[in-house]
């Protein structure tokens, strides 16, 4: 079975994880944002890619969801005391990944080879793209001015009050011939819980993906980002209000409706469940927090039986396989390393 999930930061990353064991991994492409992109220290710097990255291969730092378990911050430090006062926490393993993919992109790799390579030492089977190979930036107008996405979210904890969101480049994009194929032949289309305007809209803002979505055959299933009024991480909630929209799980279906066959609601906010019937999207009523990897493993398959049934013709549903071994202790990175 084909699976292709769109995805952004940690929410995203965790549901594609628990797709690899929900389905195998030869068949599933997780297609990511990649407008946090920007350059530190002359380091190309792909968040989103990174956390999905990390996340299938086992060694994502499971507190923040982003970086490496277990990183030290030496490099950091020694910034800090020249005096750069830095503020994007980069650790030492993490610090290789930006190394190679700037050296990379700077001998003419696209991002999407230098995702495969990295992603592939890695030992991660699934197939991660970016978004677009070009250059697109989250610009965020606030109330006080415009600043750069990751200035904006680490920088200022997203708290300045957001007027609009504008995805610089977008328009110039071009989407990948991979992703567009990915979505054709797709026999099931996730929108992971991933924010709705930060991660998803700017891969659909692409020239190209809205369409190739709207066309696809495939069911299509988004799985709620929202519950009981809040994001489970991240502004989407504090997004939505400033935006004039409803920060609920219903106004998340809405803003996908036209796509939309399926939305996965938490079962927290079963009222919502006949409005957003009303809009002509399944509903299938479920607990949609991804705690542990069995709680990932247990949503993902539920997507993915959950799309069986609104698919006409029948498929083999989900076969939850063994959840792959812990990395080894020793290729973990220990203690002894600090
Ligand atoms: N997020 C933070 O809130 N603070 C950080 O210092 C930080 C560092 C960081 C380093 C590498 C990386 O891949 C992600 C990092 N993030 C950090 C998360 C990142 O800003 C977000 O994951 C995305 O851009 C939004 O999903």
Redesign the pocket.
């Known amino acids: 079975m084909n699976v292709v999930v769109f995805a952004?930061?940690?929410g995203g990353a965790k549901l594609a994880d628990g797709m690899t064991r929900s389905t195998d991994d030869a068949s599933l492409t997780i297609i990511v944002n990649t407008a946090?992109d920007f350059e530190l220290y002359g380091l190309y710097?792909s968040?989103?890619l990174?956390?999905v990255m990390y996340t299938l291969a086992g060694i994502a730092n499971p507190e923040t969801g982003?970086?490496i378990a277990g990183d030290t911050f030496q490099n950091f430090e020694m910034l800090a005391r020249y005096g750069v006062s830095p503020w994007?926490?980069?650790g030492d393993r993490?610090m290789a990944t930006h190394l190679l993919r700037t050296q990379m992109l700077r001998n003419g790799a696209t991002l999407a080879e230098v995702t495969h390579t990295l992603s592939r030492r890695l030992g991660v089977k699934a197939r991660i793209l970016p978004m677009t190979n070009d250059r697109v930036r989250t610009v965020v107008d606030t109330d006080e001015g415009l600043y750069a996405f990751?200035e904006y979210?680490?920088k200022l904890k997203w708290q300045p009050e957001v007027r609009s969101l504008i995805y610089e480049g977008a328009e110039e994009a071009e989407p990948l011939p991979d992703a567009l194929r990915a979505i054709e032949t797709a026999d099931t289309i996730v929108i992971a819980p991933s924010n709705l305007y930060l991660?998803i809209d700017p891969i659909l803002a692409i020239p190209g993906m809205r369409d190739a979505v709207m066309n696809a055959s495939a069911p299509i299933i988004a799985v709620t980002p929202i519950i009981a009024g809040e994001a489970v991480k991240g502004p989407a909630a504090k997004l939505m209000r400033e935006l004039g929209s409803e920060a609920s799980a219903a106004a998340v279906a809405q803003h996908y409706a036209e796509f939309l066959n399926g939305f996965v609601l938490d079962e927290r906010d079963a009222e919502f469940q006949p409005r957003i019937e009303a809009m002509g999207i399944g509903v299938l009523l479920a607990d949609t927090l991804m705690r542990d990897a069995d709680d990932r493993a247990r949503l993902a398959c539920e997507v993915i039986t959950f799309a069986d049934r609104l698919r006409p013709e029948k498929m083999g549903g989900c076969k939850l396989n063994a959840p792959t071994p812990a990395q080894s202790p020793s290729s973990q990175p220990t203690h002894a390393d600090r």
């Open positions: 952004g930061g940690v946090d710097i968040p989103d990174d956390t982003w970086g994007f926490r980069i993490d990751q979210f680490v991660s």
